[in-house]
């Protein structure tokens, strides 16, 4: 299967990150078996199974890893997945012990609320750089507030997550995720602009409901040279 990719721009040449696009997100196949039919560099993958829930997953061997919204792993050819459809994937690049590290998390309101990002980052080494990918716009993210409020009490104003609408608040999931990761000092932050709802070869659930795909969001490290 030929798989249409979406890369962030990286200077890491022994990372390996991107997202699927166009016709493959269209797939409403599971992650394990999606993974089988796409090209990568990679052979061998980490899975989890999402809950929106807070947990993270050190990678040390290929296969499930259980429940848990967040992957990171420093072993080289093991590709990390999360599948997302308007919710926030992240990537994250760092270092252990000279080597890169990396990690992929998934965040909707919950995982936000939830601390994942922090968590992962804090369960990480030495993170330096973050990539925001596509998502849900702030334009399209009608929510309750109840939904401002339980990410306002992690810490996030406002003003930064919240546009002011009528008859609901709007929120913006990638200002609250990057303002979460500078305060984990993360110093180096790059959002990918592509609104999952508004733009096209993209999968987004608030649009299409359960007619809708996933993007799969992929990460590794790749043998040194």
Excluded at 127 to 136: D, L, M
Aim: charged letters at 20%; a neutral charge.
């Amino acid at each position: 299967m030929n798989t249409m990719w979406k890369h962030p721009r990286s200077i890491w040449p022994n990372v390996w990150m991107g997202w699927t696009y166009g016709d493959s997100n269209a797939s409403k196949d599971s992650v394990a078996n999606r993974v089988q039919h796409i090209s990568t560099p990679f052979e061998t993958w980490g899975l989890i199974d999402q809950t929106h829930s807070d947990i993270v997953k050190n990678v040390s061997n290929a296969g499930s890893q259980g429940e848990g919204d967040a992957l990171f792993t420093s072993i080289a050819n093991i590709g990390l997945v999360v599948q997302t459809a308007d919710c926030v994937p992240i990537f994250l690049i760092g270092k252990r012990r000279g080597v890169p590290e990396v990690g992929v998390v998934h965040a909707g309101w919950r995982g936000v609320a939830n601390q994942i990002v922090q968590k992962t980052v804090e369960q990480m080494s030495e993170v330096h750089t973050a990539v925001i990918g596509p998502c849900i716009g702030v334009n399209r993210y009608e929510v309750g507030e109840e939904v401002v409020d339980a990410i306002v009490a992690t810490g996030v104003p406002r003003e930064v997550c919240t546009q002011e609408r009528s008859p609901r608040p709007h929120l913006d999931v990638r200002l609250a995720v990057a303002h979460q990761l500078r305060a984990c000092h993360v110093r180096n932050i790059e959002t990918v602009g592509f609104c999952t709802y508004k733009d096209q070869g993209w999968s987004s659930y608030r649009r299409d409901g359960k007619n809708a795909g996933r993007i799969l969001s992929v990460i590794g490290v790749l043998n040194a040279d």
